[in-house]
């Protein structure tokens, strides 16, 4: 292998991340996309899809553990998760880590990006085959459409409004993950960066705050997406992220997390003002 493998995700015509790579472990198209993974000097193996860092092993756990713990433990007792995307398999680990779900459906479009990780990032992907988990290779938007179950949390774990993920972004898909939504259920969404995603955030929160009455959005920080500063929104039916926040459960789980514990769950509803300003019209409660 030729010593000098770089791998440069590109944004847009002005920003560029380059990551040395050691080893090509697999490289794919599927109907949707292109899908590598390589083995990277600095940060462990790592997931592109269209040639966009999606997961690497050194951080992926900033993200995981912020779409799942955050709303699992404002909701008292979710029993029934949905995630849409994450074909990577962490957001699914991290949700039946917790001992009071019963079930976590999730739902990704490419088969190949999970046969993928199941094969390569089993840091990620190997709970996918846990009891608990029901896998389905399918469209997301048209699962919400269809489906008579209710859920208490929906994880949209989705990659940016292009390609496949675009109408993940629309109000009809998220009129349709209302309706399948328990009474007091929680919606988290992957919120993109604020440094360079604001028209995209403010699209987002208008989306939402059309079908909710109680839209939120928190931050965290990473590695290898563009900015490194990223959000979540989250939408609720009832609960406040913080005021309903039952810190005790974090103990009680007996849980241990990388990234997320008690203080870092509030604090991520704090945002700084160059985010809050342009925003604040559209959080709600």
Not at 34 to 52: A, F, I, Q, S
Not at 74 to 87: A, C, E, F, N, Y
Not at 194 to 202: A, L, R, S, V
Request: charged residues 25%; hydrophobic residues 40%; negative net charge.
């Amino acid at each position: 292998m030729h010593s000098d493998l770089w791998v440069e995700e590109k944004f847009e015509d002005f920003l560029g991340l380059r990551l040395k790579v050691e080893k090509v472990l697999f490289s794919g198209k599927s109907e949707f996309q292109t899908v590598d993974v390589v083995e990277t000097k600095g940060h462990g193996k790592m997931l592109l899809n269209d040639g966009l860092i999606m997961v690497t092993e050194r951080d992926e756990f900033a993200y995981h553990d912020m779409i799942s713990h955050v709303p699992l433990f404002i909701h008292p007792s979710p029993k029934k998760v949905l995630v849409i995307g994450g074909g990577d398999g962490g957001s699914a680990r991290e949700v039946i880590r917790h001992k009071g779900v019963e079930k976590c459906t999730m739902v990704e479009i490419d088969a190949m990006v999970v046969d993928a990780c199941k094969e390569f990032i089993p840091l990620t992907a190997s709970a996918l085959d846990d009891d608990r988990i029901e896998l389905i290779i399918g469209d997301g938007v048209q699962f919400v459409k269809d489906t008579t179950e209710k859920f208490d949390v929906i994880i949209i774990d989705s990659t940016d409004p292009i390609g496949p993920a675009t109408p993940l972004f629309g109000e009809e898909f998220y009129q349709d993950v209302n309706k399948c939504l328990s009474d007091d259920g929680i919606v988290v969404s992957q919120g993109e960066t604020p440094w360079y995603g604001k028209e995209i955030q403010h699209s987002l929160l208008s989306v939402l705050n059309n079908v909710f009455d109680n839209t939120y959005m928190y931050s965290f920080s990473n590695l290898t997406y563009p900015g490194g500063l990223w959000c979540f929104t989250l939408a609720s039916k009832k609960y406040h992220p913080i005021s309903d926040f039952n810190a005790d459960a974090v103990d009680a789980s007996g849980l241990s997390f990388k990234y997320y514990n008690k203080g870092v769950h509030t604090a991520a509803f704090a945002l700084p003002n160059f985010i809050r300003d342009g925003l604040q019209h559209l959080l709600k409660n």
